[in-house]
T-cell receptor, first 110, second 111 residues
């Protein structure tokens, strides 16, 4: 089992460009999450999903959109990237309390 | 908003010594988890302790939970260089599996 995978691993964007981050899990988990991690800030929840076809806002949702069309995939979109979105993005999945994390996507917005 | 806060922010010890880090939280919880993050990697779940448990062990890890003080501690015994990482406590939002993470303790174990 690959667990949770994220694509891409690293990306550089110019301000105003758009992109989609892909998260995939092969554990048949119902719940999936997107976090961002910034120095000194810990992990902050962007959006989450409690099942296929559902999404909900987390702590810092502005500037991001998500979709969960298939149970195993959770997409995070940036419609118009801003330098403030420079961060490391982590996806996680869970069936109950314990979350399983992907390796992260490092995003730099110039 | 941060629910759990780890202390200290950074800790440097010699290999073989014990490392203790603490987590304080604000509201009542039914469980608390600890995660480890190696540099440049995703978080890895270490241990979950429920509110009706006072202490839990897993290998060289010992976790305590004091619900009256709203605090938890993680003890790593006989530390190794490979234990060098950041350690985060995480508490659930009421009625959900969403987690709120603290800012972490950065542990450096010197060989």
């Amino acid at each position: 089992n690959a667990g949770v995978t994220q694509t891409p691993k690293f990306r550089v964007l110019k301000t105003g460009q758009s992109m989609t981050l892909l998260c995939a899990q092969d554990m048949n988990h119902e719940y999936m999450y997107w976090y961002r991690q910034d120095p000194g800030m810990g992990l902050r929840l962007i959006h989450y999903s409690v099942g296929e076809g559902t999404t909900a806002k987390g702590e810092v949702p502005d500037g991001y959109n998500v979709s969960r069309l298939k149970k195993q995939n959770f997409l995070l979109g940036l419609e118009s990237a801003a330098p403030s979105q420079t961060s490391v993005y982590f996806c996680a999945s869970s069936q109950q309390e314990t979350q399983y994390f992907g390796p992260g996507t490092r995003l730099l917005v110039l | 908003s941060q629910q759990g806060e780890e202390d200290p922010q950074a800790l440097s010890i010699q290999e073989g010594e014990n490392a203790t880090m603490n987590c304080s939280y604000k509201t009542s919880i039914n469980n608390l988890q600890w995660y480890r993050q190696n540099s440049g990697r995703g978080l890895v779940h270490l241990i979950l302790i429920r509110s009706n448990e006072r202490e839990k062990h897993s290998g060289r890890l010992r976790v305590t939970l004091d619900t009256s003080k709203k605090s938890s501690s993680l003890l790593i015994t006989a530390s190794r260089a490979a234990d060098t990482a950041s350690y985060f406590c995480a508490t659930p939002r009421a009625g959900s599996y969403q987690l709120t993470f603290g800012k972490g303790t950065k542990l450096s174990v010197i060989p």
